[in-house]
């Protein structure tokens, strides 16, 4: 499985921006498929999770809302509508294989987009 993100940049507190993600993968709705997170210096974070159907999601608390991962399995593709954009908000986002809460999960990460959202 190979994955490349897109969709990042810069935006103002309030904004929205919309991330992909592209799948090379024979079958993909075969994969529970996953957004992550991880600013430089700092963790990883789980931010959504959509099962392989696509008829279960799921959310962290602090993007709860404003974020919905969605997915075309007809076209390879994985999104994530982001809304009420904030500060804190400002990191990479990646996507990955996988289902869970713990980032350690997940598999096949790809490269990154970046995200800042400024004051």
């Known amino acids: 499985v190979l994955l490349v993100e897109s969709g990042g940049g810069s935006v103002q507190a309030g904004g929205s921006l919309e991330l992909s993600c592209a799948a090379s993968v024979r079958t993909f709705s075969d994969y529970n498929m996953g957004w992550l997170r991880q600013a430089p210096g700092k963790e990883r974070e789980w931010v959504a999770t959509?099962?392989?159907?696509?008829?279960?999601?799921f959310y962290a608390y602090f993007v709860e809302g404003r974020f919905t991962i969605t997915r075309d399995n007809e076209k390879n593709m994985l999104h994530l509508p982001m809304n009420n954009l904030k500060p804190e908000d400002t990191t990479n986002y990646y996507c990955?294989?996988?289902?869970?809460?713990?980032?350690?999960?997940?598999?096949?990460w790809g490269p990154g987009t970046r995200v800042t959202v400024s004051a």
């Open positions: 959509i099962t392989w159907t696509g008829g279960q999601r």
């Open positions: 990955a294989v996988g289902i869970g809460n713990t980032p350690q999960v997940y598999g096949h």
